[in-house]
């Protein structure tokens, strides 16, 4: 693969991560979503959710159980603090 097209890629998947926490943020409290509704609602096939939802995970931005996910504790403390900008 080229580094132009890794470079795609790599855009690409912090595009449906962004879309992911910001659908996660605007959710009304810590309610948590199913991954299907999740990936349904922003329109990305179920294996292109999960591996965002993995990396976001990882990283501790969101909490998944199950077949749920919601915003971290600490994303959300931040979105509060007006630090995630549109």
């Given at each position: ?42 329109d990305i096939d179920a ?15 969101v909490c998944v159980a ?21």
């Amino acid at each position: 693969m080229s580094e132009q097209s890794d470079n795609a890629a790599a855009a690409a998947a912090r595009k449906v991560e962004r879309a992911i926490l910001l659908h996660l943020l605007g959710e009304e409290g810590p309610s948590r979503v199913s991954r299907e509704r999740l990936a349904r609602a922003l329109d990305i096939d179920a294996p292109t959710a999960e591996q965002a939802l993995q990396r976001l995970a990882a990283a501790g931005v969101v909490c998944v159980a199950g077949g749920e996910v919601w915003a971290s504790a600490a994303a959300r403390l931040i979105d509060e603090l007006g630090l995630i900008g549109i």
